[in-house]
């Protein structure tokens, strides 16, 4: 019976791909044929489930083949969020005792990803602790799924747990996670003012992660909180190496330890290396204020309105408004232009950070993406439209 199930399925499948060819080799021809539908795996899954399920129920024998087809078809039901469906399919394999080694891995894998999909969080993080135990791909993958869950939970303790057992691969991309939940810890442990644990979490962060830039801008908080401004601008200027976009994380107090050092042209310095190509703006507002101290107001608010003009925002505007408000200077009447060139090229809805991963865009910083789930994907947005505007009407 199942032999015949498969037949079915495959002939369908080999139908799509059969009119997927036909379609992209008659492509150059002009249009002939109409073609209605092309079958898809969701289709035929639409068609057959529950048939198909009983005849692997009533099924003498699985081959290996026959289950990465359902494996397949099961990961199709959840991705189109019919999870339910998709327990129930992978569940009727689950049952069989035939199955083993790496294909009973890769069974409880899917099932583990619904459960978690579906909410079930306790049976999904039960089988995906006993997967760790597996190796290779598997393993890796499970742990992925795991950190992803525990993340959501705000699970962190666990998640450093299982690093400290020595349960997640040493991958470098699972360690950043795990640098990152000793990070989300120390936060927490800084702000009741533990600085002895903070310094041990930082550590642990670093040592899971050795160019986790996040541990250096925690530890440069402690300092500059313990009024250690040598020590913090050490933090955040090794943070800086690592990662040039935490400067978005620590930039006032960056700021205020270079002036309680009296070193204003060690922080124009930094801010001009790694504020320029990262363009966010109250970086480099600070860059004209400290200017505008060194050299005077009309150079350090001309240099930002170049600034502007090559990558122009609202926040910008505003913020080049309260510089020359601070410093009680007028535009000139090219300037005048070049600010109504900004701002005929502002969208007014400019979201402030963007994902570098995934392109989700949001107003507010977030360490994780909210939508992507990646760590420290976030970036300050700049405008890239380059429209030029008409402005003989000023
Ligand atoms: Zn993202």
């Not at 702000?191 to 440069?220: H, I, M, P, W």
């Not at 601008?233 to 040039?244: F, G, I, T």
């Not at 700049?382 to 003989?392: D, P, Q, R």
Request: net charge negative; aromatic share 6%; charged share 25%.
């Amino acid at each position: 019976m199942i032999e015949s199930a498969i037949v079915f399925i495959l002939v369908l499948v080999g139908t799509g791909i059969g009119w997927t060819l036909g379609y992209r080799s008659g492509k150059a021809r002009p249009k002939s044929t109409p073609v209605d539908w092309i079958p898809s795996i969701d289709f035929i899954l639409a068609q057959n489930t529950d048939l198909t399920l009983k005849r692997i129920v009533n099924a003498q024998t699985l081959d290996d083949d026959s289950v990465e087809l359902f494996l397949r078809l099961g990961c199709s039901l959840r991705e189109k969020g019919e999870v339910e469906r998709a327990i129930h399919l992978h569940q009727t394999l689950f049952a069989r005792t035939d199955l083993k080694g790496v294909l009973l891995q890769e069974l409880e894998l899917e099932l583990a990803m619904d459960f978690s999909m579906a909410g079930l969080h306790d049976r999904a993080e039960r089988l995906l602790l006993e997967l760790l135990e597996s190796r290779g791909r598997i393993q890796e993958k499970a742990a992925m799924v795991l950190l992803e869950l525990l993340e959501g939970e705000g699970e962190w303790q666990q998640i450093l747990d299982l690093n400290q057992a020595k349960k997640l691969p040493t991958s470098p991309l699972l360690q950043r996670r795990v640098a990152h939940a000793a990070c989300e810890l120390a936060e927490r442990v800084a702000s009741s003012g533990n600085y002895v644990e903070t310094r041990q979490l930082c550590r642990a962060a670093l040592k899971s992660d050795s160019r986790c830039a996040r541990a250096f801008v925690v530890l440069g908080n402690m300092a500059f909180e313990q009024n250690e401004p040598h020590e913090a601008v050490r933090c955040y200027l090794k943070a800086l190496d690592h990662d040039p976009g935490s400067i978005i994380a620590m930039l006032e107090p960056m700021v205020k330890s270079f002036r309680q050092l009296g070193d204003p042209r060690g922080l124009l310095a930094h801010l001009q290396r790694h504020g320029e190509e990262l363009n966010y703006v109250p970086s480099l507002v600070a860059r004209a204020e400290t200017l505008a101290d060194l050299e005077g107001a009309d150079s350090a608010i001309a240099g930002f309105i170049e600034d502007l003009e090559r990558y122009p925002s609202y926040t910008g505007y505003v913020a080049m408004l309260g510089l020359l408000l601070r410093h009680k200077q007028r535009l000139t009447e090219s300037q005048a232009h070049g600010v109504y060139d900004i701002l005929h090229r502002i969208d007014t809805d400019d979201p402030s950070f963007v994902c570098s991963q995934c392109g989700f865009k949001a107003r507010e910083f977030h360490w994780r993406c909210p939508s992507c789930k990646n760590w420290a994907s976030f970036k300050a947005i700049t405008s890239s439209s380059h429209s030029s505007v008409v402005i003989e009407d000023l």
